[in-house]
């Protein structure tokens, strides 16, 4: 973690330029949660139980044990990366925010370093935003930049006249539903799956 001076560090709206340099940024930060969520999904009881069943049945098919054990693992691992790299739909992020579509925020360090980023996006409730790809370089994490990150959300969020933040974070990622919990974030809802949460929601009013 980089000893950062706070005077050094201002946000401001993404350039065009600069969107290939987030788009990397983002696809790190989700490659290091995905891979994180998949080890938390694979290691749960109920999946455990469900693997072994898929096992058990690929015994009376195959003769190799190893092989009937490793099939319903690689086949979890495999279903799991579809799924999510289908959810943040990194692809369309490029041109969703790039061409003026929706507008992103870099966090900007000594003037020309992009340290982080984050994205508002409106809600059917017209009262309420979403906090959206909020990322933060991993040489500044810890630094401070993703707390500089949020509270100029919120700051431009009640210039518009909002009166509550939503946002989602995969349990996994313990600095980040840190941060929000710090900053005065309560989980409000979630998201399952075989029972276990592995989304939750943060909402906060301003």
């Not at 994180?36 to 009376?60: C, D, E, H, K, Q």
């Not at 941060?179 to 009013?205: A, H, M």
Request: glycine share 6%; hydrophobic share 40%.
């Amino acid at each position: 973690m980089p000893s950062i001076d706070e005077n050094q560090l201002s946000v401001r709206e993404m350039r065009e330029e600069e969107a290939p340099v987030v788009l990397e940024m983002l696809k790190d930060g989700f490659k290091d949660t995905e891979n994180r969520l998949i080890l938390y999904i694979l290691t749960r009881p109920m999946t455990l139980l469900l693997m072994a069943v898929a096992s058990s049945g690929l015994r009376f098919f195959l003769n190799s044990f190893i092989v009937a054990l490793l099939i319903p693992v690689l086949l979890a691992i495999v279903g799991l990366k579809l799924l999510l790299w289908r959810s943040p739909d990194l692809k369309q992020i490029y041109s969703y925010y790039s061409i003026g579509q929706r507008k992103m925020w870099v966090a900007v360090y000594d003037k020309d370093d992009i340290c982080g980023c984050v994205a508002l996006e409106t809600t059917q409730d017209p009262q309420t935003v979403e906090l959206k790809r909020m990322s933060v370089n991993r040489w500044y994490r810890r630094s401070g930049v993703g707390t500089h990150l949020l509270k100029f959300f919120e700051n431009h969020a009640k210039k518009k006249g909002v009166q509550s933040v939503v946002l989602y974070t995969s349990v996994v990622t313990k600095a980040a539903t840190r941060l929000y919990q710090k900053c005065g974030y309560k989980v409000t809802g979630g998201w399952n799956w075989l029972g276990y949460t592995i989304v939750q929601e943060f909402r906060k009013d301003l």
